[in-house]
């Protein structure tokens, strides 16, 4: 009911505060503590992050328990977090198919980074057929949210073509040059990409 709603949205937001240390001490003791009423309630968002700190501290059947609450209440973050760790392991059986699953549910609801996760299927033809229109078309809705890595995976893409795209070096430039110019903690900066296709346009020019 709406007081229990309430309640349980009353506990996230101490448990979130403790967590982050914003307004009151940081104190992970009692973040854990709200949570767990939050998330005993119900509450998906309260799960998910229960499901965080479960994960970091090592007891990944926990934190896979809590993601898949979250996840199945529509959660976005839970549902990418799930896809990832069913995609990657790192302490769990690696799971394709659930891995695709989720990460197709949080695509779904547009994150950019489970649609950029999920375009990587099509490429190593993981689970799925390998599916070059596919991976772009998913790739380019990653861009369209802001993904980073998206844009430079399109850039190679229209460096070289494939059977679905014509060489397009224009587009491979315009695409680099977003790539570059989104700021990011990686040092990686695509230079050597964007030295191939230029050279490659003024050959053509020749």
Do not use: P
């Not at 609801?109 to 070059?132: G, H, M, P």
């Amino acid at each position: 009911n709406a007081a229990t709603q309430n309640d349980a949205q009353s506990c996230y937001m101490l448990g979130y505060l403790y967590n982050i240390g914003k307004g009151v001490e940081q104190d992970y003791s009692k973040a854990i503590e709200y949570y767990k009423k939050a998330a005993a309630m119900g509450h998906a968002s309260a799960q998910n992050n229960l499901a965080n700190i479960y994960w970091n501290n090592g007891d990944k059947a926990e934190a896979i328990r809590l993601y898949t609450l979250a996840a199945e209440q529509g959660n976005v973050c839970a549902q990418y977090n799930l896809g990832y760790k069913y995609k990657y392991g790192n302490g769990i059986r690696k799971d394709s198919a659930r891995a695709f699953k989720w990460l197709r549910e949080a695509t779904n609801q547009d994150d950019a980074d489970a649609t950029y996760e999920l375009s990587t299927f099509y490429r190593y033809k993981e689970y799925v057929t390998y599916n070059r229109k596919s991976e772009l078309d998913l790739l380019c809705k990653a861009a369209t949210l802001g993904h980073r890595e998206a844009h430079y995976e399109i850039a190679k893409i229209y460096y070289v073509g494939n059977e679905h795209v014509e060489q397009d070096l224009e587009k491979a430039e315009e695409y680099l040059i977003k790539y570059k110019n989104i700021k990011s903690e990686y040092s990686f900066d695509g230079k050597d990409l964007l030295e191939k296709i230029q050279f490659a346009k003024e050959r053509k020019r020749i």
